[in-house]
């Protein structure tokens, strides 16, 4: 499942629900886990799960911003950026 955020993304902005996407009727049963690589080891100050599947930001997301998010990351500037 892949969720785009676009630039200049707010504090407390709904990225998506897992549990829409997935159909799932209840997610009380499923656990969830962000992988990450060395590269991006900070999600979850960016990120997180509530507990009906929706996820939300956590700080103002700025792509443009290589001090922040983008970094570590060299494919921000990207449509899609995919972190391996």
Do not use: W
């Not at 902005?13 to 969830?32: H, K, W």
């Not at 799960?49 to 700025?62: A, E, F, K, P, V």
Request: with cysteine; glycine share 4%; hydrophobic share 35%.
């Amino acid at each position: 499942m892949i969720y785009n955020l676009a630039d200049e993304t707010p504090t407390g902005s709904l990225i998506g629900n897992i549990a829409e996407n997935l159909s799932f009727n209840s997610i009380r049963n499923y656990t969830y886990l962000f992988i990450t690589s060395m590269k991006f080891q900070y999600i979850n100050d960016y990120i997180k799960i509530t507990s009906n599947g929706d996820i939300i930001t956590l700080r103002h997301i700025d792509r443009d911003n290589t001090n922040d998010i983008c970094g570590p990351l060299n494919c921000c500037p990207l449509l899609v950026c995919q972190i391996e």
